[in-house]
């Protein structure tokens, strides 16, 4: 297998090598990219339009349409199939597009509905992305369906931001000879610079959903790094000015909560009615401040909760919206973690060692209450984006009571404290960048503040052809009682630091690059940001060739190669060494398929599974193997499927994992999708316990199955309901321990430990009815059902497992919230009339 292996890995070097020589010619120089870029004439609008699909020639036949669109896929370059006129005006109030998709068969437009920002889904498209500020690094993009499903993004240095909403108004109409759209965009939902006359970056993209074509206005090149860099531009915008940004959205919400477990007394229902409300202020053109007053995340939705059997932290996402939108200045140098914010209490764990033998702890709560938290972002006309997030949390308490008094007393587990990120970043020409970011958390109560800061850059060379990345953060952890990873320091002051240098070849068919990674054993940045485990140094290299454009019996076709080292940073030790291929196709009938392979030649030492510094756990030489298919989904019923399995010798592991996907779209309103996931890992060994340097390891077989059921009956495009559905089963069922000697191998087997065993179930069910029923103003009702289940008494079979997953307590949810959108202009113009 291993010869194989090398066989391949050479054999595709050589072909790519062979191949690299053309992308010289196929990557365009930047400067003939720019003569190339399509303009496009803005007129000033002698009325605002009607968004009804009508559109008046006497409005719109004043300006010269956009058109001769060019295919981005498939057959990137061609000139798209069907004919696409845009029209571009404005007046004081806001920007208006109108667009005549014209189609030689418009009875064949598909128009499946979709909950509001469900992007590309089984309908056809049109989207206008504006780049106000012209530094083809960052824009906002506004697309409606042909159902008129409205999606809207921030594009910023290669990332979407796709929990960014603007309030901005739209309208479809199918005709006989296809569709036409109009959208009306306020500026009060965009930020564009103080000048007389404007110049903005602008693309149009269409997607024909029936023969999956997307094409743009100005041509985007899929060989060549950066979408936005590859814009068009719009002139003619004079004298328009930044109205004032203020915009409230208060909402009120209640809820009624019951659970069915022992609640010690205490009622098993729960009740309350919150009042609160989000403010939006633009300070200038290009600032915005941000601020939740009294939030409420009862409406979130669940985490997708497992069990955890390693030695790290399990990061659950963000689903918080103000955690989640408008934060991409904040995410950029990897430092925040949003969920550290009204997270787990930071001494929650440690009641237990600050109550006496007579006391027992009555409640814990497992988040902390945020009080209120605000960010303020934006980007001046020269590309510098300035960020500012900060959020504050209360005293949280654990109470505790005498079990022969009966009295109660209060025990902290988390201090008020303050979070605080700060962001400078200065964009460059050619999709670079330079990124300063600081993180601090200060607390009361004597417990210990947290700070780290960071530089990232990124440099690209004139074609956009080669670029480096480098970066470095300093941590410290500073005050008494310094709590890292489970244990509580008596350092004053506590540093550490990390850097990365990473040097790719990032446009053209051939793509490779170079990574190396340092991280101090004292670094640390958990109290706002994640990290699994630091001390690590890491280098890594990748190759890869991509065909773009149809060969073969494909109509893409891709191939990479990587290998990887790692060590410990202190002290300097081998941790492993890996390599990896894969191969990726999408076929002409648009079925994608992809196989991969990675091989452990040599034994890995994991300084982390036996939980005691420096002890080492020597795992053998293994390998695994994926491969999967999808299938077009265009198709009223499509399947997601895949397969592989991971092989070790020297104690016999082995692993096999398999998923099944279908979707069923039943009409244009109603789609479900099932997803079911199981994995078995037969010997599988890990930590147990320890007792002093005595420390005890697990044979088992972990067995896991996840199944999944989301729907969507959409009413239309303002109203629809959504379901999602999961069953989550792991069980631990342990064979054999051993002892973990010093040299790292296992011995001194012993039968048995089924005092080990576990057996963990979660079951969520979020039912959401949601309908925005005016501009920016929506109501939602939630019902959420949510049960965990923890023993150690392993039930095989899946069936039983279930009835006795249903049986145990669960906690039921229903909650009714109201926002309603309130915007400055629009008050003041109902007053004032």
Same mark, same amino acid.
Request: glycine residues 8%.
């Given at each position: 297998?291993?010869?194989?292996?090398?066989?391949?890995?050479?054999?595709?070097?050589?072909?790519?090598?062979?191949? =690299?020589?053309?992308?010289?010619?196929?990557?365009?120089?930047?400067?003939?990219?720019?003569?190339?870029?399509?303009?496009?004439?803005?007129?000033?609008?002698?009325?605002?339009?009607?968004?009804?699909?009508?559109?008046?020639?006497?409005?719109?036949?004043?300006?010269?349409?956009?058109?001769?669109?060019?295919?981005?896929?498939?057959?990137?370059?061609?000139?798209?199939?069907?004919?696409?006129?845009?029209?571009?005006?404005?007046?004081?109030?806001?920007?208006?597009?109108?667009?005549?998709?014209?189609?030689?068969?418009?009875?064949?437009?598909?128009?499946?509905? @979709?909950?509001?920002?469900?992007?590309?889904?089984?309908?056809?498209?049109?989207?206008?992305?504006?780049? &106000?500020?012209?530094?083809?690094?960052?824009?906002?993009?506004?697309?409606?369906?042909?159902?008129?499903?409205?999606?809207?993004?921030?594009?910023?240095?290669?990332?979407?931001?796709?929990?960014? /909403?603007?309030?901005?108004?739209?309208?479809?109409?199918?005709?006989?000879?296809?569709?036409?759209?109009?959208?009306?965009?306020?500026? +009060?939902?965009?930020?564009?610079?103080?000048?007389?006359?404007?110049?903005?970056?602008?693309?149009?993209?269409?997607?024909?959903?029936?023969?999956?074509?997307?094409?743009?206005?100005?041509?985007?090149?899929?060989?060549?790094? +950066?979408?936005?860099?590859?814009?068009?531009?719009?002139?003619?915008? $004079?004298?328009?000015?930044?109205?004032?940004?203020?915009?409230?959205?208060?909402?009120?919400?209640?809820?009624?909560?019951?659970?069915?477990?022992?609640?010690?007394?205490?009622?098993?229902?729960?009740?309350?009615?919150?009042?609160?409300?989000?403010?939006?202020? !633009?300070?200038?053109?290009?600032?915005?401040?941000?601020?939740?007053?009294?939030?409420?995340?009862?409406?979130?939705?669940?985490?997708?909760?497992?069990?955890?059997?390693?030695?790290?932290?399990?990061?659950?996402?963000?689903?918080?919206?103000?955690?989640?939108?408008?934060?991409?200045?904040?995410?950029?140098?990897?430092?925040?973690?949003?969920?550290?914010?009204?997270?787990? %209490?930071?001494?929650?764990?440690?009641?237990?060692?600050?109550?006496?033998?007579?006391?027992?702890?009555?409640?814990?709560?497992?988040?902390?209450?945020?009080?209120?938290?605000?960010?303020? =972002?934006?980007?001046?006309?020269?590309?510098?984006?300035?960020?500012?997030?900060?959020?504050?949390?209360?005293?949280?308490?654990?109470?505790?009571?005498?079990?022969?008094?009966?009295?109660?007393?209060?025990?902290?587990?988390? %201090?008020?404290?303050?979070?605080?990120?700060? *962001?400078?970043?200065?964009?460059?020409?050619?999709?670079?960048?330079?990124?300063?970011?600081?993180?601090?958390?200060?607390?009361?109560?004597?417990?210990?503040?947290?700070?780290?800061?960071?530089?990232?850059?990124?440099?690209?060379?004139?074609?956009?052809?080669?670029? #480096?990345?480098?970066?470095?953060?300093?941590?410290?952890?500073?005050?008494?009682?310094?709590?890292?990873?489970?244990?509580?320091?008596?350092?004053?002051?506590?540093?550490?630091?990390?850097?990365?240098?990473?040097?790719?070849?990032? =446009?053209?068919?051939?793509?490779? @690059?170079?990574?190396?990674?340092?991280?101090?054993?004292?670094?640390?940045?958990?109290?706002?940001?994640?990290?699994?485990?630091?001390?690590?140094?890491?280098?890594?290299?990748?190759?890869?060739?991509?065909?773009?454009?149809?060969?073969?019996?494909?109509?893409?076709?891709?191939?990479?190669?990587?290998?990887?080292?790692?060590?410990?940073?202190? %002290?300097?030790?081998?941790?492993?060494?890996?390599?990896?291929?894969?191969?990726?196709?999408?076929?002409?009938?648009? #079925?994608?398929?992809?196989?991969?392979?990675?091989?452990?030649?040599?034994?890995?030492?994991?300084?982390? $599974?036996?939980? *005691?510094?420096?002890?080492?756990?020597?795992?053998?030489?293994?390998?695994?193997?994926?491969? @999967?298919?999808?299938?077009?989904?265009?198709?009223?019923?499509?399947?997601?499927?895949?397969?592989?399995?991971?092989?070790?010798?020297?104690?016999?592991?082995?692993?096999?994992?398999?998923?099944?996907?279908?979707?069923?779209?039943?009409?244009?309103?109603?789609?479900?999708?099932?997803?079911?996931?199981?994995?078995?890992?037969?010997?599988?060994?890990?930590?147990?316990?320890?007792? !002093?340097?005595?420390? &005890?390891?697990?044979?088992?077989?972990?067995?896991?199955?996840?199944?999944?059921?989301? !729907?969507?009956? #959409?009413?239309?495009?303002?109203?629809?309901?959504?379901?999602?559905?999961?069953?989550?089963?792991?069980?631990? /069922?342990?064979?054999?321990?051993?002892?973990?000697?010093? /040299?790292?191998?296992?011995?001194?087997?012993?039968?048995?430990?089924?005092?080990?065993?576990?057996?963990?179930?979660?079951?969520?069910?979020?039912?959401?009815?949601?309908?925005?029923?005016?501009?920016?103003?929506?109501?939602?009702?939630?019902?959420?059902?949510?049960?965990?289940?923890?023993?150690?008494?392993?039930?095989?079979?899946?069936?039983?497992?279930?009835?006795?997953?249903?049986?145990?307590?669960?906690?039921?949810?229903?909650?009714?919230?109201?926002?309603?959108?309130?915007?400055?202009?629009?008050?003041?113009?109902?007053?004032?009339?």
């Amino acid at each position: 297998m291993l010869h194989k292996t090398i066989t391949f890995a050479l054999t595709f070097t050589l072909l790519t090598g062979s191949a =690299s020589a053309t992308d010289k010619d196929k990557n365009k120089d930047p400067e003939a990219a720019e003569l190339n870029r399509k303009t496009t004439i803005a007129a000033r609008a002698a009325k605002a339009p009607v968004l009804d699909g009508y559109l008046e020639p006497e409005v719109w036949q004043t300006v010269t349409p956009a058109t001769n669109f060019v295919r981005y896929d498939p057959h990137n370059g061609k000139p798209s199939s069907q004919k696409t006129e845009v029209y571009l005006l404005y007046d004081n109030e806001a920007v208006y597009i109108a667009a005549k998709l014209h189609d030689t068969a418009p009875d064949s437009i598909l128009t499946q509905l @979709g909950g509001r920002d469900s992007g590309e889904n089984n309908s056809d498209m049109f989207a206008v992305y504006l780049d &106000t500020y012209n530094d083809k690094q960052n824009a906002f993009s506004f697309m409606v369906s042909a159902a008129g499903v409205q999606t809207d993004i921030k594009l910023s240095q290669g990332r979407e931001d796709w929990n960014w /909403d603007a309030v901005w108004a739209s309208s479809t109409k199918l005709t006989d000879d296809g569709w036409v759209v109009e959208m009306k965009i306020p500026y +009060g939902a965009i930020r564009f610079p103080e000048t007389e006359v404007q110049t903005w970056g602008v693309n149009f993209m269409r997607i024909i959903r029936r023969t999956r074509e997307k094409s743009y206005w100005n041509h985007v090149n899929n060989t060549v790094e +950066g979408f936005v860099s590859q814009e068009g531009r719009a002139i003619g915008i $004079e004298g328009i000015k930044s109205p004032v940004r203020l915009q409230f959205t208060p909402y009120v919400s209640g809820y009624v909560n019951h659970y069915s477990g022992d609640t010690k007394g205490k009622s098993p229902y729960s009740r309350a009615v919150n009042g609160g409300m989000d403010v939006k202020y !633009g300070i200038n053109d290009a600032f915005t401040l941000d601020v939740t007053l009294v939030p409420d995340f009862t409406q979130t939705q669940s985490d997708n909760q497992v069990l955890n059997l390693g030695p790290f932290e399990v990061k659950y996402g963000e689903n918080r919206q103000f955690f989640t939108e408008s934060t991409e200045l904040f995410n950029k140098g990897g430092l925040l973690n949003s969920r550290r914010i009204g997270g787990t %209490p930071i001494l929650k764990n440690y009641v237990g060692r600050q109550i006496s033998e007579t006391e027992t702890i009555v409640e814990n709560p497992n988040i902390s209450g945020l009080l209120n938290a605000a960010k303020l =972002s934006g980007r001046t006309i020269k590309g510098l984006g300035i960020g500012i997030l900060n959020a504050f949390t209360r005293n949280m308490y654990a109470t505790v009571q005498d079990k022969e008094t009966g009295e109660t007393r209060e025990v902290l587990t988390d %201090p008020f404290t303050n979070y605080n990120v700060f *962001v400078l970043d200065q964009t460059l020409p050619r999709n670079s960048f330079i990124t300063f970011t600081n993180t601090n958390v200060t607390r009361t109560k004597d417990v210990y503040d947290a700070n780290v800061s960071g530089l990232q850059v990124r440099f690209a060379d004139r074609k956009n052809n080669f670029a #480096i990345r480098a970066g470095g953060n300093l941590s410290q952890l500073f005050g008494n009682n310094i709590i890292l990873r489970g244990d509580t320091l008596p350092e004053k002051l506590h540093l550490g630091h990390q850097y990365n240098v990473n040097l790719s070849k990032v =446009s053209g068919n051939l793509r490779y @690059g170079i990574n190396h990674h340092v991280e101090s054993d004292t670094y640390e940045i958990n109290d706002l940001g994640f990290l699994s485990s630091n001390n690590e140094i890491s280098n890594s290299a990748s190759i890869s060739y991509n065909f773009y454009q149809p060969v073969w019996k494909f109509l893409s076709w891709g191939s990479s190669m990587s290998v990887s080292q790692s060590m410990l940073y202190a %002290p300097r030790e081998f941790v492993s060494t890996s390599m990896g291929v894969s191969t990726n196709v999408r076929f002409r009938n648009f #079925i994608s398929a992809y196989w991969s392979f990675g091989l452990r030649p040599g034994n890995a030492y994991d300084y982390f $599974e036996a939980r *005691v510094f420096e002890r080492v756990f020597v795992k053998p030489p293994a390998f695994d193997t994926n491969m @999967g298919i999808s299938t077009d989904y265009r198709k009223r019923l499509a399947l997601d499927a895949s397969s592989g399995f991971w092989r070790s010798n020297r104690y016999n592991q082995f692993s096999w994992w398999g998923n099944l996907s279908p979707r069923f779209r039943v009409n244009d309103k109603f789609s479900l999708v099932n997803s079911n996931n199981y994995r078995q890992e037969k010997r599988n060994i890990g930590y147990v316990k320890h007792v !002093g340097n005595d420390i &005890t390891f697990g044979d088992r077989t972990i067995t896991t199955f996840t199944s999944t059921l989301s !729907g969507a009956y #959409i009413f239309n495009e303002k109203a629809g309901i959504t379901l999602n559905m999961r069953h989550y089963w792991s069980s631990a /069922d342990y064979k054999r321990l051993f002892n973990l000697t010093e /040299d790292g191998l296992l011995s001194g087997e012993t039968p048995g430990g089924n005092g080990n065993n576990i057996n963990y179930n979660t079951f969520n069910i979020d039912l959401v009815y949601s309908w925005r029923f005016a501009p920016g103003s929506e109501l939602m009702v939630v019902w959420k059902n949510a049960i965990e289940d923890r023993n150690k008494e392993v039930e095989p079979k899946y069936i039983e497992n279930v009835g006795k997953t249903l049986q145990a307590p669960q906690n039921n949810n229903f909650s009714v919230k109201l926002l309603y959108y309130l915007d400055y202009i629009a008050l003041k113009n109902v007053f004032s009339a």
